[in-house]
């Protein structure tokens, strides 16, 4: 898996050959208690890719969309950083 920052909150993850454009905010990334915003959009394409393949993935996303599909999200994430 690759991530790519591109400013503003945005990010380029490259994951089996596909391509995904995310957006992610510092401020989400310290409420579920992540380091920053590059570590919890890593950590949530880990979380997305132990559910479902990588072709089950939206192209375009905000995180926080994930929460609709998968409600433990949030608290899955906060428990891989404690």
């Known amino acids: 898996m690759e ?4 400013g503003g ?7 089996e050959g596909r391509s995904f454009a995310v957006t992610a905010s510092d401020g989400l990334a310290g409420e579920l208690g992540a380091p920053d915003a ?7 394409f880990a979380f997305l890719l132990e559910r479902e393949p990588a072709g089950s993935i939206l192209p375009r ?3 926080t969309v994930i929460g609709r599909y998968f409600p433990e999200w949030r608290e899955e994430m906060r428990s891989r950083w404690l």
């Open 3 to 6: 991530v790519l920052a591109e």
């Open 9 to 15: 909150g945005a990010f380029q993850v490259r994951v």
């Open 38 to 44: 590059e570590a919890l959009v890593r950590q949530s």
């Open 61 to 63: 996303f905000d995180l």
